[in-house]
């Protein structure tokens, strides 16, 4: 059974951090490019960070860069991703996303994780 399940997310005041992290399972993890999107109330989902297979390139949102990091461990089957400096224009459900650009391709989604930065 194939799964990306998201963690980590909360409520935490401006300026604070966390760390979201993405188990998956049922799928072969390092052939995967592998991604975290967002998305908040009447907004269309956004693309915040990705990370290339098996380890490779990273790419930011303009609106994330010096502020998050995405990272994966491929004999853990998990991509994690370190937020600081949160601000309430953060807030949103972020989802994991994993995207085979082999043949066959493939991707998924996870069930997300709220985030919400208040004080």
């Known amino acids: 059974q194939i799964q990306l399940v998201e963690s980590g997310g909360g409520l935490v005041q401006p300026g604070g951090s966390l760390r979201l992290s ?3 399972s049922g799928f072969t993890f390092s052939q995967y490019k592998m ?8 907004k269309e989902r956004e693309l915040v960070a990705s ?9 930011y949102a303009d609106s994330v860069k010096g502020r998050f990091t995405i990272s994966r461990d491929n004999a853990k089957n998990t ?6 400096n949160l601000q309430p224009e953060d807030t949103a459900v972020y989802y994991c996303y994993a995207l085979r650009l082999l043949v ?10 709220q985030v919400t930065v208040s004080s």
Request: charged content about 15%; some cysteine; overall charge positive.
């Open 22 to 24: 993405c188990a998956a």
């Open 35 to 42: 991604s975290w999107y967002r998305q908040a109330p009447g």
């Open 51 to 59: 990370i290339a297979r098996p380890v490779g390139s990273t790419d």
């Open 79 to 84: 991509v994690s991703l370190q937020m600081n």
């Open 104 to 113: 066959p391709y493939r991707r998924y989604w996870g069930q997300g994780t």
